[in-house]
């Protein structure tokens, strides 16, 4: 049974029409992390929630934003996806952020943007 | 700058055959990871090494850390079809522990 769950598997949005991607976890895991990974390049890390603390990377757009409403939910929200915003969305968790815990991923979504 | 260098990019090869996928940076790293990608689907993970020098295997899968700490590789002996896949190497960067820094990945091709 999947773990950390992504919906959905593929969206398609207008440029600049807000868009949400969302993750659920049934692992009671404390870190969620969202991370992009453009065509043929490695995920790069856009944000992590440590529980209810949001941890936002230095050189994430403001055009990218995150809740986390619950243990199990985490939702990315994108106020005006431009077209290099097309990539595949991946969610993950761990237990802790040390160093050698397991990330657990989704699926992912790949959002274009027409 | 791409912190993680992976080589090769692309590898195609005929079943049977052995492999190596290489994971190179300038950094020290506290733990390093590797996941295998399928399509459509998010990495998985295939091994941790946290010890400069360590050698882990997974079935015909062998991973190991750099004395340095600095890089890794996997070997795959007798590759199979069912290896294709994208392979992606991480990194946990010593003074940030929580924060994997991923290669981008050998993108592996085992034919029939």
């Known amino acids: 049974d999947a773990m950390v769950i992504q919906n959905p598997r593929y969206q398609v949005t207008q440029f600049g029409k807000p868009v949400t991607l969302s993750c659920s976890q049934t692992?009671?895991?404390?870190?969620m992390y969202w991370y992009q990974q453009k065509s043929s390049q490695a995920p790069k890390l856009l944000f992590h929630y440590y529980d209810k603390d949001f941890n936002n990377e230095a050189d994430t757009p403001d055009n990218f934003q995150s809740r986390r409403p619950n243990t199990s939910f985490c939702f990315l929200d994108i106020r005006s996806p431009g077209l290099g915003d097309a990539a595949m969305y991946l969610c993950?968790?761990?237990?802790?952020?040390?160093?050698?815990?397991?990330?657990?991923f989704g699926s992912g979504t790949q959002l274009s943007v027409l | 700058t791409q912190l993680l260098e992976q080589s090769p990019q692309f590898l195609s090869i005929q079943e049977g055959e052995n492999l190596t996928v290489y994971c190179n940076s300038s950094s020290v790293f506290s733990s390093l990871q590797w996941y295998r990608q399928e399509p459509g689907e998010g990495p998985v993970l295939l091994v941790t090494?946290?010890?400069?020098?360590e050698v882990k295997k997974l079935k015909r899968l062998t991973f190991q850390f750099g004395d340095a700490r600095k890089d890794s590789s996997l070997h795959i002996t007798a590759a199979q079809p069912g290896d294709t896949g994208l392979y992606l190497c991480a990194g946990a960067l010593v003074d940030s522990s929580y924060k994997l820094i991923f290669g981008s990945g050998t993108r592996l091709l085992v034919r029939p």
């Open positions: 993950a968790t761990s237990r802790r952020t040390t160093t050698n815990e397991k990330l657990f």
């Open positions: 090494v946290v010890t400069g020098g």
């Open positions: 692992l009671n895991h404390n870190v």
